[in-house]
């Protein structure tokens, strides 16, 4: 049995109450049933929406869609979405109905909802209303779409991408009914707006099952990124790799963190090696050039999701500096820290693991060794609070105009000053830094 949270079973017995059936719905019973805490709880019911706020006239009712049945009922300051029971007209546009009709039979409105696991309802005295096999497909861990696939994705063609992002999170199967329509209608995903399919992609790209998803459904993912799909069947001929580029992007994603910054940066890492593509004098393949490729091609993509600005530059810079090489040496590893800053290259290790437990396995333990000793370097070299950028100087532009240095000198000499702090070619100390400036400008 469900256990129900104390708002809900009031909202609900205040709608009994007053003569009208009433349920919890849709994710909140599926999480339920699965033993995860839902995020949210809605709820139907038979009442019209203005019936809903006659019911609840002593309490904060927004109508935040009432005229598709929605009414928002606000318990101890959490909103809780309660809709009336409703058959869904025709998806002239394939994202929303052009009209609903209100209903009065439960079973007519669960039948117009996506997937069998989300068609479920739920009463705290009554228990839970299963009419499409919902518990049978959570046993079996399947998502199958509630009566014809190709019917529900043609009304809402996000359903496409909610299935896979289903899939993804809870490392479950797609029926194959319900694939081979996801599959043969993915272009209509071009109805759909930029914004609505980047959160259920982040969603997807998120989940324990996103290899295995992305994998099985390639296709409908390069509908909405063709610029990815040369990377499937690019091979990587060299010591470095064992698979082809989409093979080892999947692994590598799969290796991040949970995280959309880290599974988009895994997810368009490499898309510039397709382009890139050469073969050496030695008979090797090789890919010069491309981090470059990559983050211009995944800055389209972005840029065409609508992307926030912060998610964006983020992606961006890691996968510009995802194939950076340098020694295990606090010198190194300095000049690093000043050229890209210190948060991104501590933000750079878990693409580094990602990217390398993706390349050729018999060389990985051997590379991790090497990676955790730069890490190391990495900590030693912050632990000792080293001087790796400006505003570390033990001097800074006043001191320099006081020597007469002016205009655009003083930013030249403050970079060469700490390009020598840190090469150490001079101790970051004041006395030693101003001297330096008035005996040979360091500019010069």
């Known amino acids: 049995m469900i256990e129900f949270p104390r708002p809900v079973v009031r909202l609900i017995r205040t709608l009994n109450e007053a003569g ?20 949210d709880w809605d709820l139907t019911t038979s009442a019209l929406p203005e019936q809903i706020k006659a019911c609840f006239a002593n309490r904060r009712v927004i109508e935040t869609g009432i005229k598709h049945g929605t009414v928002t009922v606000l318990d101890g300051g959490i909103p809780y979405e309660i809709t009336t029971y409703r058959l869904d007209g025709a998806y002239s546009d394939h994202r929303r109905p052009d009209s609903v ?20 309802a739920c009463h705290p005295e009554t228990g839970v209303v299963d009419l499409f096999g919902g518990q ?8 199958r779409c509630v009566g014809e696939p190709e019917h529900r994705f043609t009304e809402d063609a996000l359903r496409i991408l909610r299935a896979l992002r289903f899939a993804s999170t809870y490392n479950f ?25 980047f959160v259920e992609l982040k969603k997807l790209l998120c989940g324990k099952g996103a290899r295995r998803v992305l994998a099985e459904y390639s296709d409908i993912l390069f509908t909405i990124f063709p610029a990815l799909a040369p990377m499937r069947g690019c091979a990587q001929n060299n010591p470095h790799h064992a698979y082809d580029v989409w093979t080892h992007t999947l692994i590598a994603l799969e290796n991040a963190p949970a995280d959309p910054v880290y599974r988009l940066t895994m997810l368009f890492h490499d898309s510039g090696k397709p382009a890139a593509h050469t073969v050496g004098e030695d008979g090797y393949d090789h890919f010069k050039g491309h981090p470059a490729i990559s983050r211009d091609i995944a800055e389209a ?5 609508k992307s926030d600005r912060a998610t964006m530059n983020r992606v961006l810079a890691l996968i510009t500096e995802h194939d950076l090489r340098i020694p295990a040496e606090p010198k190194s590893v300095r000049r690093q820290m000043a050229r890209i800053g210190s948060d991104l290259f501590e933000a750079l290790f878990p693409v580094f693991r990602a990217d390398l437990l993706a390349q050729n396995p018999a060389m990985i333990p051997e590379k991790l060794r090497a990676e955790e ?19 570390d ?39 030693a830094l101003l001297a330096a400036c008035q005996t040979r400008r360091p500019d010069a």
């Open 20 to 39: 009208y059936e009433a349920y919890a719905v849709g994710g909140c019973v599926r999480d339920a049933l699965l033993g995860r805490q839902p995020n």
């Open 101 to 120: 009709e209100f209903v009065s039979d439960l079973k007519e409105d669960l039948r117009r909802r996506d997937f069998t696991v989300n068609a479920m």
């Open 136 to 143: 049978d497909d959570l046993r079996a861990g399947v998502i």
């Open 173 to 197: 199967a797609i029926a194959p009914a319900t694939g081979r329509a996801a599959l043969k209608l993915a272009p209509t995903l071009q109805n759909v707006s930029p914004e609505r399919i």
């Open 301 to 305: 993509a972005l840029f065409a999701m």
């Open 373 to 391: 000793a730069l890490e190391r370097v990495f900590r030693e070299e912050v632990a000792r609070n080293v001087c790796v950028k400006i505003s």
């Open 393 to 431: 100087l033990a001097v800074n532009g006043r001191d320099l105009m006081a020597l007469g240095i002016t205009g655009p000198d003083v930013g030249r000499t403050l970079k060469t000053l700490l390009d020598k702090v840190v090469s150490e070619e001079l101790p970051n100390e004041r006395e």
